[in-house]
């Protein structure tokens, strides 16, 4: 009997039991949790916040005021307070809270709960020298080193509102996102290496700043020690101003509403959105999904392998772990350097129990043949494997299993997003069956719902459809950056005014367990990365000879979706191979090398509605040398044939 029939139920769905050992002992057994937290809702997310320190208790669970929310009213508390000082008043001081693993073998750092407290304390208080106090805004754009997570906790400590930058944006992303915040400090390092290459960060800031006038001094950390272009004025060393700093510095008493970070996201405009998380609902569904979900134990050492520029580390690799006492894994390097069994080498030499990784990375070990790689290492440590960020195809989930997993580990498939900022639907791992491809359930006091905006019209399970949050939950956004206007357009227009708008499609079964199909607005994913294909039009748009563009995702086989351009060029201009590479080279240039074109393709006309919106499903179709599709909604139906000729001779 194959290993599917065992397990599966006979309904034609392939599932997969728990793993026996694991659902003895897991952190959640009883299948009733959903009827009971629905049964109370707020109660049941009451009971989470008890699991926290509180300097002072809420008055008011949930004040829903659509389309704003708060939670835990009332209520002081601070996450870097419960991050450290309260998992160091419950005994775990020597713990070690975060190993760093650098780029280079062995290099390789650690930080016990104590230790990590006395460095937070000293940047916070480095902070306070340049006048950041609560409500302050601070831009931190670092490679993956522990001075990210110590200044991410240094500002929460405060009260100052983190907006962390990818390390791979170019000058004018950074530049952007300062300005939104309007940020009077930004933290940087001279150089970022990683898989053995370096991105001179430094450099990078100096061009942003160009651009960004609210910047008064940039902290510098010294990661590679090269010469870097300096202002005495304006510009110091890290590792000089912390010398000075003492390692005391209180924690302030924050409200549950007070800002806690702001990270930037794409959406379906050129214009990142700024999503604001608040610090007392967010701390809360982190630590319940965190012990649920990822069912943390004492002895786990977590490994979460997204970069902290995303919110996937900004939630599991730093906050969630250390708000559950936990030892937290943060790899600077990539998995192919020095060679491609760098991850089952980290997995192996450190004893990693969990790891959360996006199935692009699955996908391309699955590819370049790693079971062959993994059988040279012991990964017996591992109990439990996460998912996240774009749907995982059954294929790449059964070879987690298989392979990395070796069949005896629990996979949980998490949905969530940048906006909703804790894990909102997955497989509990002790209880549900595992179905590859599906993240099943909400969690327990989250619910789901789907609806037909052609018909208008809310749909019951099973059907298929978009994805909705019909009430709100602990850790939603609460508004984007300055600009509650734009929130309530962007989540709470497209249904009504009480109902959270995802842009995921979705289709649910009879028993309420969802399978999210991907985003159906003009996003893309790619390796597990939003980018927003408006941004990239924007970047093709700026380039010399460019008169139009248009970005569609097209499927690819590692990265999930690769970006393709579309452009009309200018007259005087001649297309050619490296008029396209120039295009492309520009695009990486602007919005870095994740947003690069696979192709540029030169067209004569774009396939537009009469009110001159882009359709890009006919690109889409064209580009994965499919039918057209029905092109009568087009203003000059004729010219998809045309697109699809000109396409289909340049891609030979
Ligand atoms: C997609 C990342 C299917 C989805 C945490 C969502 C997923 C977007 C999954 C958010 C999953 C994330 N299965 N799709 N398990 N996880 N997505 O903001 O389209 O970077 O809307 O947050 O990723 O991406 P974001």
Redesign the pocket.
Known sequence: MSEEEQNGQGSGVETYNPPEDFAKNANIQDPEIWQKANEDREGFWESWAEELHWFQKWDQVCNWDPPFVQWFVGGKTNPAYNCLDYQIEQGRGDKTALLWIGDEEGDRQTYTYNELLAEVNKCANMLKSFGIEKGSTVSIYLPMIPELPIAMLACSRIGAIHSVVFSAFQPAQLAERINDVEAPVLITADESPRGGKKTPLKEYSEAALEDAPSVQNVIVVRRTGEDVPWDDDRDHYWDELMDQQSDECPAEELDAEDPWFVLY?SGSTGKPKGIQHNVGGLQVQLKATFMWVCDHKEDDIWWCTADIG???GHSYLVYAPLLCGGTTLQFEGTPTYPDNDRWFQIIENEGVTGLYAAPTAIRAFQQAGADETIRDHDLSSLRILG??????NPDAWRWYYENIGQERCAIV???????TGAIMSSNLPGINEMVPGS?TYPFPGIEFGLYDSEEQQFLECPASGELIIPKPWPSQLRTLWQDPDRYKDEYFSDVDEQTYY???GATCDETGAYT?T??IDDVL?VSG??LSTVEIENALQGTEGVAEAAVIGRSHDTKGEEPVGFVIIQEGYEWSEDMEQDLIDHVAEEAGSISKPARVFAVDDLPKTNSGKIMRRILENISEGEELGDTSTLADPSIAETIQEQTQQQMQ
Not at 387 to 392: H, L, M
Not at 413 to 419: G, L, M, S
């Open positions: 996201s995303w919110i996937t998912s996240v960020g774009e749907p995982i498939d998490t949905w969530w997003q940048t906006e993240t995802v842009e995921d999210i991907g985003r994913n990365h939003r």
